[in-house]
């Protein structure tokens, strides 16, 4: 069975802060639909050209590392099935409580292993959004 598990390694003055992250199901499943929900409360407002620095490791060697605008996500501009309930990407996200959720199919292909998934968020100007670090294993699945 694989576990998994999270850290905001943020700062508590980033506009973005965590509260929560589950995960259905749980734990995530290669080879399945898995919907993240992030819990999380918008200090400021987010404007449009806020981006997530996203990379995925397995031990030392790097799979993945991207660059996805967060409001383009959003408007579904990318290649992410992002939703957020404070906006549709067409607007600012406004100051308050808010819920992003993201589907992500797991390729039965995704390596057994010790994945580590690394998120840097920063603002239009490039000012710290948010900081979270993954940990998923999947070495018994």
Known sequence: MASWDYENIGLPTDPLQIVSITVVPDPPTPGRSNVFT???????AIADGAYLDVTVKLGLVK???RRYDLLAELRGEGSLKLACDTSDGKSPIPRGDM?????LNLS???PRGKLEVGVRGYTVDDDDLLALKAKVDFTKS
Not at 38 to 44: E, H, P, Q, S, Y
């Open 38 to 44: 992030v819990n999380a409360v918008a200090r400021d």
């Open 63 to 65: 799979l993945l590392h």
């Open 99 to 103: 819920k992003l959720t993201l589907t």
């Open 108 to 110: 039965s292909e995704t």
